[in-house]
C-alpha cells in the first residue's frame, strides 16, 4: 500500500542551527511530493513541491528539499533555522498522472526551536 | 480576499445544535474538499467535490453533510454531533484539470469543540 513516513514526531533545534527533517515513501513509482507547514492555528501552506528534473530543489522561507530515488526518501533542509520556523511539519504525495484528491500525508513532524 | 477563506474560526455546539462551516475560495480552482484534523491523528479527508459534484465521501458519519453550490463556496453543515467530533476543519481547493499538480491550497480551518 502506498504509505508515507515521517519517523520523527518532534524534533527541538537551537535557533540558528541547522535542520533536517525526514520523509520517506513507498510508492511504486515516483510520486510528485511536497513539504507543507502548519503554524498553530493555522492550516496548511505549500513549502516546496518536487515533480522531475532537479532533484535539489528550492522552496519559500530559506527550505530546501532533496529528492534521493534510491532511498525513497524526500527530506527537508534549512540550514538556520530561525524561531518562528516553529511549527508542524507535513510530508505529501501524490501518484503521478493522479490528482490532489489522492494525496497521502505523513503524519507530521512538530518542530521546536530552543532560543 | 485571496486564497481560501474559512468562517468561523472557531465553533463551539452542543451536541444536539445545527451548525454550518463554511469555505470560499477565490482561486478559480475547480475542485474543493474538507479534511478533519484531530490532535494525535493524521489528516482525515472527508469529501471532494469536483466541478460541484460530490466525487469522494470517505465513510464520513451522516451527522456531517456537505453542500457545494457552486465551484467557489463549500459548507459543512453539522448536526447531532459528538464530542469525538471536536477538531480542526480545513477546507482546500485545487485545479482538477488543465495540467494537475497535485497541489492543495488551505483555508486557515476552522476549530470545532462539541460540548
Known amino acids: 500500500a502506498q504509505s508515507v513516513t515521517q519517523p520523527d514526531i518532534h524534533i527541538t533545534v537551537s535557533e540558528g542551527a541547522s535542520l533536517e527533517l525526514r520523509c520517506n515513501y513507498s510508492?511504486?513509482?515516483?510520486?510528485?511530493l511536497f513539504w507543507y507547514v502548519q503554524s498553530p492555528g493555522q492550516g496548511l501552506q505549500l513549502l516546496l513541491k518536487y515533480f522531475s528534473g532537479d532533484t535539489l530543489v528550492q522552496g519559500i522561507k530559506g527550505f530546501e528539499a532533496e529528492f534521493k530515488r534510491s532511498q525513497s526518501s524526500f527530506n527537508l533542509r534549512k540550514p538556520s533555522v530561525h524561531w518562528s520556523d516553529a511549527a508542524e511539519y507535513f510530508c505529501a504525495v501524490v501518484p503521478v498522472y493522479s490528482s490532489a484528491s489522492k494525496i497521502i500525508f505523513g503524519s507530521g513532524t512538530r518542530l521546536s526551536i530552543r532560543p | 480576499e485571496t486564497g481560501v477563506t474559512q468562517t468561523p474560526r472557531h465553533l463551539v455546539m452542543g451536541m444536539t445544535n445545527k451548525k454550518s462551516l463554511k469555505c470560499e475560495q477565490h482561486l478559480g480552482h475547480n475542485a474543493m474538499y474538507w479534511y478533519k484534523q484531530s490532535a494525535k491523528k493524521p489528516l482525515e479527508l472527508m469529501f471532494v467535490?469536483?466541478?460541484?459534484?460530490?466525487?469522494e465521501n470517505n465513510s464520513v458519519p451522516s451527522r456531517f453533510s456537505p453542500e457545494c453550490p457552486n465551484s467557489s463556496h463549500l459548507f459543512l453543515h453539522l448536526h447531532t454531533l459528538q464530542p469525538e467530533d471536536s477538531a480542526l476543519y480545513l477546507c482546500a481547493s485545487s485545479q482538477l484539470s488543465g495540467g494537475d499538480t497535485g497541489e492543495l491550497f488551505f483555508g486557515e480551518g476552522s476549530r470545532l469543540t462539541v460540548l
Open positions: 510508492y511504486g513509482a515516483t510520486p510528485y
Open positions: 467535490y469536483n466541478f460541484k459534484e460530490q466525487t
